[in-house]
C-alpha cells in the first residue's frame, strides 16, 4: 500500500549510524518502497528480543508500528541487528535469538496480524570497510 506521498516499509533498528543506510537500503530493494520509517534504539534486538523484555520500549516500539503501518500504510516490518554493536554487545549466534525472538513478538502485534503485514529479520555485517545487510 503506498500513500500520497510514497510506498513505506518500517525498521526496528539500533541506532548506531554507521549501519543505518545498509538497513535503508536494504529495505528499500526489498520491498521496493520509496521511504524507511526508522524506529531506533540502541541494541533493540536484545532488549525486544530477550527473555527479559524492556516493556517500556515494547510498548513504544507497538506505537509507533501503528503509525507507521496506519498512517503510512507500510505492510513490512524489518528487525536489524548488527556486528560491533555497542548496546547489544553479543556475538552472532545470540544476535540471530535475539532476532528470531523479536520477530515473533512483531509478528503476533493486532495491527500486523490485521494489516497482513510481513516481518523479516536482518543482520548487517561490517566487512571491508562495508556494511551490508542480508536476511536471516
Not at 518500517?10 to 529495505?27: H, P
Request: aromatic share 6%.
Amino acid at each position: 500500500m503506498s500513500t500520497q506521498h510514497g510506498k513505506f516499509a518500517t525498521a526496528l533498528e539500533c541506532m548506531d549510524g554507521r549501519t543505518q543506510k545498509a538497513v535503508s537500503d536494504f529495505v528499500k530493494e526489498k520491498f521496493q518502497v520509496d521511504y524507511v520509517d526508522a524506529i531506533t534504539e540502541a541494541g533493540i534486538d536484545g532488549k525486544l528480543g530477550s527473555e527479559t523484555i524492556d516493556q517500556n520500549l515494547f510498548d513504544s516500539t507497538k506505537i509507533k508500528i501503528e503509525i507507521s503501518v496506519n498512517g503510512h500504510g507500510s505492510r513490512n516490518i524489518i528487525i536489524a541487528g548488527h556486528d560491533e554493536c555497542a548496546g547489544n554487545p553479543v556475538d552472532y549466534k545470540t544476535h540471530k535469538k535475539h532476532l528470531l525472538k523479536t520477530k515473533e513478538r512483531i509478528k503476533n502485534l493486532e495491527v500486523v496480524l490485521e494489516n497482513g503485514v510481513e516481518v523479516i529479520s536482518i543482520f548487517v555485517s561490517h566487512k571491508d570497510g562495508n556494511w551490508a545487510a542480508k536476511e536471516i
